[in-house]
């Protein structure tokens, strides 16, 4: 069964201004400004006054309008991304040849996984800050204001370090997220 019109509404927090232009939505903050397109998706965005975003649908049947609430969620990314940021931190576990994290110019090295001399080369995204945590050892902190870029480079570092042709309930080297979530809010995982 099709609606005739579905609708949901999002607020605005003040400091943030988000601009709509054609399914095109920029939203700016005191970090910095993040653009997305919702080309793809029959939604019709509205701005009413400068602290409501209305979101509508027309003649939706259950998978269109659930394309509604995700749209929703990402703008919700997106201001929560320019207000507050995000970060995954990724933990080191080895039994006995130690990971080595080295950064060269947009670059992560990780070298020395199960003592093979391959040396993997993972290009870091635009606005995404890799650094060792200084206070717990063999700890990765991934920051950005982007929640799809920060949480790429961290499936990035994973994947990199996956243990192939071994039994991988014995071999559980790797590097593995251990928090993420927005700055200030982090959840163990």
Do not use: W
């Not at 579905?6 to 605005?12: K, P």
């Not at 993040?34 to 998706?41: A, Q």
Request: with cysteine; charged share 25%.
């Amino acid at each position: 069964m099709r609606l005739i019109q579905s609708q949901r509404t999002l607020e605005i927090p003040e400091g943030v201004t988000v601009d709509i232009d054609a399914r095109n939505v920029t939203v700016t903050g005191e970090r910095g400004t993040l653009n997305r397109s919702f080309k793809h998706v029959s939604v019709e965005l509205t701005k009413e006054g400068d602290n409501k975003i209305v979101l509508s649908m027309y003649f939706g049947n259950r998978k269109q309008l659930a394309c509604l609430r995700t749209v929703e969620s990402h703008i919700k990314n997106m201001i929560t991304g320019v207000t507050r940021g995000y970060t995954y931190k990724m933990r080191m576990a080895y039994a006995h040849f130690p990971i080595t994290i080295e950064f060269e110019e947009g670059l992560l090295l990780v070298k020395n996984f199960i003592g093979q001399r391959l040396s993997r080369a993972l290009k870091m995204p635009e606005g995404v800050q890799v650094v060792k945590s200084g206070d717990v050892k063999d700890q990765l902190e991934i920051t950005g204001n982007d929640i799809d870029a920060v949480s790429q480079m961290a499936a990035l570092i994973h994947g990199s370090t996956r243990v192939i042709g071994k039994d991988i309930r014995k071999f559980l080297d790797g590097v593995y997220v251990s928090e993420k979530g927005a700055n200030g809010n982090l959840v163990a995982v």
